[in-house]
């Protein structure tokens, strides 16, 4: 740890905070009890705080309280042993004034103009604002560009009357979420922190030391803010190009998986990316356009980053016309065929949709005329969206249901699928996500 960053000389300003961590008498706030919010909750009661966390859905705080998971990855038993050691769920933010730390992990998602929307952030602080006290700190979890703790929350705290870094605490620590992962888990995965001032990062190190194995003190909030960026960015350019060289791979008539799991043999200098119909959850789609957006108010224009993201939106697309094409191949049209989607989630072992490509495939399907459904082992009904809205549920694959589909289009390469029962019954299968290797007749890579 660096200790030019932590360094403080009011030690007033944090002595309370830091008895109360340490002694695990604090109370501790979720704002926001989603895929980031409710592990984090869990994680910090089952290790001695007082948690209480707050959403504005009813039917999550019901269900919480109720004992039941809405999360697939996350047991119903673990909620109820929560519960039964005083995790509390409402949706009433005054709760929040008994808080000594509040941590925000609402959504940031972009609106139509692929822009940031911080309308999540800015109406929950605006909700917490006649609750908040001296000696608390807030952290923003939430993805989002470089000055947003200090230029949008910072202001809005200290207009209360409060001052950060003297009597109230004010950091930024990107969550790292990666749902189903069995690998990784809250307590695993090292913890960025940046505060805005060096009080402020004294008190948000020593919490979450508390509750993760590392944490990785940086700077500034600034710096922290852009860190997860640069993660998730990396990601999506990577994926942008391997999905490029799919494109071309499959106009050569060369199988891309074979290429990329063959050029992983190279001990250095590569890292394998997979191609896919397009890139999902709420981080990688996004966080690429939230950088891309502050670069302009400098002038700047980021051509690398918009071109892979760019690639990475126009590949459904490019899976429709394949599926088009393997139709009219068999002299059938696009309009009135029934396509089985199969997977829902935006990757393998999870019940996530955020920003799936699955959901953006069948809404050009249907767009074009298909008779669409779905099947997801994770997801037995098509859930509440903000921009689609489907009445299906899940189909289950038997082979009489498999038979009566014209296409089966294989989205999401879930482990529970059984592919041989798929292969032997299937009319047609368009698989993207390169299970099959050997050749089928009825099976065409896209």
Sequence with gaps: MDTRFVTVNNLSAVSGPLERIKGKTAKICIVGLGYVGLPLALRIREVGFEVIGLDVDDDKIRQ???????????????????????FLASSDFSAAQKADIIILC??????????????????????????????????????????????????????TGLEVGSNFHLVYSPEREDPGNPNFDTRSIPKIVGGCTPACLDIGIHFYASIVDRVVPVSS??????????????????IGLVNEIKIIADRMGIDIHEAINAAATKPFGFTAYYPGPGIGGHCIPVD?????WKAREYNLHTRFIELAGEINANMPDWVVNKVIDALNDKGMSLKGSRILVLGLSYKK??????????????????????????????????????????KLESVALTPENI????????????????????????????????????????????
């Design 64 to 86: 919480l309280r109720q004992g039941e998971s809405y999360i697939n990855h996350i047991p119903s038993k673990r909620i109820r042993e929560s519960l039964a050691t005083g």
């Design 349 to 390: 072992n999870t019940d996530d949709t955020r920003e799936s490509p699955s959901v953006v495939l069948l809404d050009i399907l249907a767009g074009k005329g298909a008779l669409v459904a779905y099947s997801d082992p994770y997801i037995p009904r098509f859930p509440k969206m903000r921009n689609y809205e489907f």
């Design 288 to 292: 690429p356009f939230y950088l891309t």
């Design 221 to 238: 909030t600034r710096t922290a803010e852009l860190i997860k960026l640069i993660e998730n960015i990396h990601r999506a350019v990577n």
């Design 106 to 159: 609402v959504p940031t998602p972009l609106n139509k103009y692929r822009e940031p929307d911080l309308g999540y952030v800015e109406s929950t602080v605006d909700a917490l604002l006649p609750y908040l006290r001296a000696e608390q700190m807030m952290s923003l979890e939430s993805t989002t560009y470089p000055g947003t703790t200090e230029e949008v929350l910072l202001p809005k705290i200290e207009h």
């Design 403 to 446: 038979a009566r589909f014209d296409v089966l289009l294989l989205a999401t390469d879930h482990d529970d699928f059984d592919y041989d029962l798929l292969r032997e019954h299937a009319r047609l299968i368009i698989d993207t996500r390169g299970i099959y290797r050997d050749f089928h007749d009825n099976v065409v890579s896209a």
